[in-house]
């Protein structure tokens, strides 16, 4: 029976090298650097390439991909380990080859690309050398891609490809779009949307405006607000079949949001070290903080939230591992989700509210952190979504009962 909560001595090995190495090398740049995701910031890109091959000698870049696509291939449960400590840092998972939405994004062109997709957009994308966007929401159809209406037509030997997306993260330092949209409006949004690859510098692929999370600033704002206007396209840059869309969108997500949830636990292990370390540091007249009923009462409720939290990420990451079929798994992603912006917010906020004034100031990161809690609330859909599919997949396995006296429920009693 395997039945086991214990690292293997060996990757136990990496875990710890990675920790030391995320903490002195990788967790600084966080205060000085800009944007992990513009490669054309040649400062930056001097500092990471030194860090990312040593990454590579040690055999830990890309570890989101299996070694047919290209990566060590670890699996979820070993990802979910190192992204544990990756997700302390913004630079780090760039530094090991596997941020988002680039990570996704290649995974999908490795599933359904063609050899020239492969070699014009992945290797790079792979190495490092580029970044990229994954626009799929809509103004008006935010979560749900049966009311997208951008829309591809087919002109002769061409695609042209007219609409609008928003959030389309790192739209303004990608090389490449990959783009949903409707190519037969006659069937089934399941069944008449096509994925295609755009190149940055194809006519007609514009930046309305670059959206800021919180108070960011224009200039660091990151999220386009795009325009794509008679942008024409072949059947080369179509992603995988036509009409393939929707599935390949469910392959993308369903990763994706698993990756956040691993990301995150780092996240509320960092609030939660600081809120002990405050507990521990900071007098009152009656002693210190961390002697106090009320505080000792929100460090266990933390605690116990994040250890739970934890559970639920590790056992669906075992699942992905051991089914290889994220439709088996729907729910306990789908559960992980919903599970994330509580935890997060809750303990974050606690955390906040220990360091007092401080706690508010731009001079600690729980400000960006609530935030962070609520976009892990919106991005790859809404809560209320997610919790609609636990609710489903999970009622499956109950059966109406046509009289009263059937229910085991009513026996119980
Ligand atoms: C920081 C950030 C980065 C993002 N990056 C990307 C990206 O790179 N690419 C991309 O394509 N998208 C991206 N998104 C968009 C994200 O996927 C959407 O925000 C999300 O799908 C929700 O869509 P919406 O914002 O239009 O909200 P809406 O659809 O307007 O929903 C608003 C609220 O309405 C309620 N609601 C909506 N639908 C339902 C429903 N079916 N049942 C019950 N209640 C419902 C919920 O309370 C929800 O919070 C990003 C978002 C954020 C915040």
Redesign the pocket.
Known sequence: MAWDFETDPEFQTELDWMNEFVRDEVEPLDFVLDDPYDKSDERAMEILRPLQAQVKARGLWACHLGPELGGPGYGQVKLALMNQILGRSGFAPTVFGCQ??DSGNAEILAHFGTQPQKDRFLQPLLDGEISS????????????PTLFTTNAVKDGDEWVLNGE???????RYASFFIV?AVTNPDISAYEGMSMFIVPAETPGVNIIRNVG?GTESEEDAS?AYMRYENVRLTDDNLLGEPGSAFGIAQVRLGGGRIHHAMRTIAQLEKAFDMMCERALSRSTRNGPLASLGVVQEQIADSWIEIEQFKLLVMRAAWKIDKYNDYRRVRHDIAAVKVAMPKVYHDVVLRAMHLHGALGVSNEMPFTRMLIGA??M?????????H??TVARQVLRDYKPIDRIGESLLVFAF
Request: glycine share 8%; proline share 8%.
């Open positions: 988002a939405p966007c994954y626009s799929m929401t809509e103004p008006h159809g935010g979560a749900d997306k928003w959030f389309s993260s790192n739209a949903m999370i999220h609520e976009v609330a919106l991005a790859d859909g809404p809560t209320e979504v919790k609609t």
